[in-house]
T-cell receptor, first 116, second 114 residues
């Protein structure tokens, strides 16, 4: 079945360590997104990519980095510069073809990062 | 700037009744899309319904309908015949065609009681 796989589901990190969250999709979607969700809050856009080897900052990009070397993969690195990284991280993808079902985002199951 | 506002942090509704979840938006782009997603306690995001800025009719998907009032910049979600399984967080979102950014509101927690 096609979908988005995020790993790990749970991750613990010590302060000062970088950590990379994986996001892989087999939907052949062009666009991919990373969101952060804090308890009781909405989703805030970190980075997004519309095409391979290109990405744009979202509203809260500071302390994060991404790469888009392959169409199916969009890993997110939470760096030590991110002051409050404990959160739930959601990856999503979207088909960019015109008239393709309103370009609905498909989400992964999320990764919960806790900084100790 | 692009913005989504959901003013109801929580809502209660009795089973089998209808409920309206409010959403207002702000954008300078004439081309945009509005979405509603459901997030159960498991954390997954489930797409419910979509409305394009140029769509003439309000969108409907089963028990979900979107009350789109373009002049007021509102896109309220109406859930008819509520079920216990509808208890979840509900998020309104907007995508501007020009920038391709998709942003979300802060959500409304809906609780359905018997």
């Amino acid at each position: 079945d096609g979908g988005i796989t995020q790993s790990p589901k749970y991750l613990f990190r010590k302060e000062g360590q970088n950590v990379t969250l994986s996001c892989e999709q087999n939907l052949n979607h062009d666009a991919m997104y990373w969101y952060r969700q804090d308890p009781g809050q909405g989703l805030r856009l970190i980075y997004y990519s519309q095409i391979v080897n290109d990405f744009q900052k979202g509203d809260i990009a500071e302390g994060y980095s991404v790469s888009r070397e392959k169409k199916e993969s969009f890993p997110l690195t939470v760096t030590s510069a991110q002051k409050n990284p404990t959160a739930f991280y959601l990856c999503a993808s979207r088909d960019s073809r015109p008239l393709s079902g309103a370009n609905v985002l498909t989400f992964g199951a999320g990764s919960r990062l806790t900084v100790l | 700037a692009q913005k989504i506002t959901q003013t109801q942090p929580g809502m209660f509704v009795q089973e089998k009744e209808a409920v309206t979840l409010d959403c207002t938006y702000d954008t300078s782009d004439p081309s945009y899309g509005l979405f509603w997603y459901k997030q159960p306690s498991s954390g997954e995001m489930i797409f419910l319904i979509y409305q394009g800025s140029y769509d003439q009719q309000n969108a409907t998907e089963g028990r979900y309908s979107l009350n789109f009032q373009k002049a007021r910049k509102s896109a309220n979600l109406v859930i008819s015949a509520s079920q216990l399984g509808d208890s979840a967080m509900y998020f309104c979102a907007m995508r501007e065609w020009d920038t391709d950014k998709l942003i979300f509101g802060t959500g409304t927690r809906l609780q359905v009681f018997p």
